[in-house]
């Protein structure tokens, strides 16, 4: 089984992370690799410390000459910014973070003890695993990519994209969004939010190409797919909301509105014409286009700090003002990838098993042959 753990603080010596399961034989491209930690630290809105912090990941185990060895793969990611221990005492919790309600679990008098391992600092280890395990679906043909569709009450044009045109056209914008007039309006909006002390959220989506029908399963609730990558994408800092395909719009559409028809060639085998579900029926995969999106609330560090209490006096006081970003909306992309990587990583092992990637991939092939003279 595939599985990954992290550890490390946001002012501590280093992130590191642990992936276990991966088969043998998979080529890791270091440059691919780095390439998709700087995608994470970009970004209009960020804070200084994506400026000065490198994120360059060191892999210490479970790869040799380029290739996976089976082993378990162990990475860190230093901190330039490793002050952990000279830090202020932090008592004074903000509105909407983990801070008072990990206090109080804890028993920490010391909000700091909390705020470190809270932070999405932590989120950098998840998309260097991320990034070892698109290289595990690259040679079976996913592929991975996400763009902002929404910052604040700001949306882009509607619109169905590719993997290769968000690489190509979002990933070197400013905000990693395909509407050019809409980024222009974004930027102003961060802008007005920076003078204001204030922060944004919005919305990321992901898009999955090359997935093969039937992962995951209808059989029980935790084997379905598409409840796996909510679980995954909810579980990034400050999301508070997933869609995949058209839900919500379904919700108020009659259902010859919104299910998608079925076709059949002897050519292309079963086809749709349209992807509303988002590349899943019944919590597995359809071999359509898997389509999620993550729903951001603004961020809990605000230049202009709302009102909270002193956690030792009780006394009414304004919260902690950490260093924090205006918006993260498109890192939480490049986050959402990764997670969702991992998880179709996993999902995909545990349908075609094998070892090694030359006995994956063989199971993968004999599969699809079944799928399209199905």
Do not use: W
């Not at 991966?22 to 700087?38: K, S, T, Y």
């Not at 039937?214 to 997933?242: E, F, M, N, T, W």
């Not at 999620?292 to 919260?319: M, Q």
């Amino acid at each position: 089984m595939l599985r990954f753990l992290t550890a490390g603080e946001s002012h501590g010596p280093s992130l590191v992370a642990i992936l276990e399961g991966m088969p043998a034989g998979v080529p890791i491209d270091l440059d691919e690799l780095q390439r998709q930690m700087r995608r994470r630290q970009l970004g209009y809105g960020r804070g200084p410390r994506m400026q000065f912090e490198t994120d360059t990941v060191e892999l210490l185990s479970g790869i040799r000459r380029g290739k996976t060895l089976g082993s378990p793969i162990a990475l860190t990611i230093k901190n330039k910014d490793a002050s952990i221990d000279r830090l202020p005492v932090v008592t004074q919790p903000r509105p909407g973070h983990a801070d008072l309600t990990g206090a109080m679990k804890y028993d920490h008098r010391d909000i700091r003890n909390v705020l470190e391992r809270a932070s999405a600092r932590e989120t950098a280890a998840r998309v260097a695993v991320g990034a070892l395990c698109k290289q595990l679906l690259s040679p079976l043909g996913l592929e991975l990519g996400s763009h902002v569709v929404a910052l604040g009450s700001i949306r882009a044009k509607p619109s169905t994209p590719t993997v290769a045109r968000l690489r190509n056209n979002a990933d070197p914008t400013p905000l990693r969004c395909l509407d050019a007039q809409a980024t222009k309006r974004m930027i102003r909006e961060i802008d007005r939010c920076v003078k204001a002390g204030d922060t944004l959220g919005g919305i990321f989506e992901v898009l999955v190409e090359g997935v093969p029908p039937g992962l995951g399963s209808y059989a029980h609730y935790d084997r379905r797919l598409d409840a796996i990558l909510g679980r995954a994408i909810l579980s990034i800092h400050a999301v508070k909301a997933v869609e995949v395909g058209d839900g919500v719009l379904a919700a108020s559409l009659p259902g010859s509105k919104v299910q998608d028809e079925i076709f059949y060639s002897k050519a292309k085998g079963f086809t749709r014409s349209s992807n509303r579900a988002g590349g899943f029926e019944g919590g597995m995969s359809t071999g359509q286009p898997i389509v999620v999106r993550g729903f951001l609330k603004p961020l809990s560090t605000l230049r202009s700090p709302l009102r909270s209490v002193e956690i030792n006096t009780k006394r009414p006081v304004v919260a902690t003002v950490e260093r924090s970003d205006v918006t993260t909306v498109p890192a939480a992309g490049v986050i959402g990838e990764a997670m969702i990587a991992f998880e179709l990583a996993r999902a995909v092992l545990e349908k075609f098993g094998g070892d090694s990637l030359r006995e994956l991939k063989r199971n993968h092939q004999s599969y699809l042959k079944q799928v399209h003279q199905f």
